[in-house]
């Protein structure tokens, strides 16, 4: 998870093919993360790393966990 972090394309800006955009940032990452369903990698992150999040983080944990909870 060090790697992961360390290479992320941190301030990146990301299209979408309906023309959003977003940057990858620190709440992108937790997201990404919370999508693994692995709920130790996203202590790791949020404790460690004191990373940022939002409601995008939850709604990952939501839509591929399977019984964890952010």
């Known amino acids: 998870m060090e790697l992961a972090w360390e290479g992320y394309p941190w301030g990146t800006r990301v ?4 023309g959003e955009e977003y940057t990858m940032n620190q ?13 130790k990698l996203l202590q790791w992150v949020r404790e460690e790393k004191e990373c940022d999040w939002h409601c995008m983080t939850s709604n ?3 839509g591929h966990g399977k019984g964890f909870r952010v």
């Open 27 to 39: 709440e992108v990452f937790c997201a990404r993360v919370a999508a693994t369903n692995d709920l």
């Open 15 to 18: 299209g979408l093919p309906d």
């Open 60 to 62: 990952m944990a939501a």
